[in-house]
């Protein structure tokens, strides 16, 4: 594999090499070069998650053709492109020329930017293996790329932004799916037509997992900025080695001090070793846990809303979680007016085999067809499972 790590190291200099918006090109005239590539294409998802377009095609040499970033769309759920991200594993067909139709997941960490579709006229084990890495490859310079062009966020919107929605999805992470050995956390947010200042939050250091979902009153601008306040004193509390409780005073605090209104929200923080969660309620809806095959509400103590004056303090809550665990947290958008007739519980168990990406597709899908596209209020979903501790050290899970 030597050659091959060679070719890896080629592709990554050229694409640091040529201009952030460029890198899909360099990507589609290396495989055009190496295998023979036609038609290379880069199909982004969408930020809903319900449909893929279309970024970069290439002209029959290789290269980019003229007008090549194009916002072609398509419908993703039941496509081909569908069956590529939820099993992860590429796919192979006759083009119908004497050549191979090739569709390759580009994902990084459990986030699944998209997928690479090519033709290929000798498409042997080999250079499938190449295209399957280069794809892979792929992944890590989007990323690395997209915090220097606006190319790859405008490319992946197929409705017009409104300046709350703006807001909203820059105060988002960068991915909404997240795999370690510990853990697989995915999340969504299905924005209602008024933004209501749904948010969600994760970050990982060394011993602990962050967790954070809020929901900021009220709609539009207003509930964007106070979101943005909400969000922006939850981050700084975390980066400053806060835990959960303490996260959730100086929210608390920074609502109170510039009175912009309140907000609900759920915070944890998941010790990677041991699996123990500390946990903060601040007025918001229960998580549910599916454990066992069974799903429950976990019934923590709820505290007053961030931002509401209160003699009594934040209670830091703690519960242990084993391997195979899921954890979903969620909005009151998730269960509010038109979103009452999902039975949330029975979709949890029902797609307690699935990934976490498509529990959250799948509750969220539910949740806008049962309110018909027309949501009073945001819905927010975070989907957390956890295989264990004794994964980190190659022991696989175990009941702790």
Request: with cysteine; proline share 4%.
């Amino acid at each position: 594999m030597e050659g091959a790590d060679l070719e890896l190291g080629e592709l990554l200099a050229a694409a640091e090499a040529a201009p952030p918006g460029e890198s899909v090109d360099v990507v589609a005239r290396d495989l055009a070069k190496r295998f023979g590539a036609d038609h290379v294409s880069l199909l982004l998802v969408d930020l809903v998650g319900q449909r893929l377009v279309r970024l970069t095609a290439t002209d029959d040499e290789g290269g980019a053709a003229e007008g090549a970033h194009r916002a072609e769309s398509t419908e993703l759920q039941g496509s081909v492109y569908d069956r590529v991200l939820q099993s992860q594993r590429q796919h192979v067909e006759p083009d119908g020329q004497g050549g191979q139709r090739v569709i390759t997941p580009v994902t990084n960490r459990g986030d699944c930017i998209g997928v690479l579709e090519m033709t290929l006229q000798h498409g042997d084990d080999v250079a499938l293996e190449q295209v399957a890495a280069a794809a892979h490859a792929l992944a890590y310079i989007l990323i690395t790329d997209r915090r220097f062009t606006d190319l790859y966020h405008v490319s992946r919107r197929t409705t017009r932004t409104s300046l709350a929605a703006e807001i909203q999805h820059q105060l988002l992470p960068s991915s909404p799916c997240c795999e370690a050995t510990q853990f697989t956390l995915a999340a969504g947010l299905v924005p209602a037509d008024d933004i209501g200042g749904d948010t969600y939050d994760y970050s990982l250091d060394r011993e602990v997992l962050h967790v954070s979902i809020t929901d900021a009153m009220g709609h539009n601008a207003d509930s964007a900025l106070l979101a943005t306040l909400l969000v922006g004193a939850l981050r700084r509390a975390r980066r400053d080695n806060c835990d959960a409780l303490r996260q959730a005073e100086e929210a608390h605090e920074a609502l109170l001090k510039h009175r912009r209104g309140l907000a609900t929200g759920q915070l944890a923080g998941i010790n990677l070793e041991s699996g123990e969660c500390e946990l903060v309620n601040a007025g918001h809806p229960w998580p549910l846990r599916l454990r066992d095959g069974a799903v429950e509400e976990v019934s923590l103590a709820v505290n007053l809303p961030f931002g509401v004056p209160s003699p009594s303090p934040f209670r830091l809550q703690r519960m242990r979680l084993l391997p195979g665990d899921r954890l979903v947290f969620l909005t009151d958008g998730m269960q509010e007016r038109c979103a009452k007739a999902v039975d949330l519980a029975a979709l949890v168990r029902a797609t307690g085999a699935l990934h976490p990406r498509e529990v959250v597709r799948t509750l969220t899908t539910a949740v806008r067809e049962a309110c018909r596209d027309e949501l009073r209020d945001d819905a927010t979903v975070l989907v957390l499972d956890w295989h264990g501790a004794r994964a980190a050290h190659g022991e696989g899970p175990s009941g702790v």
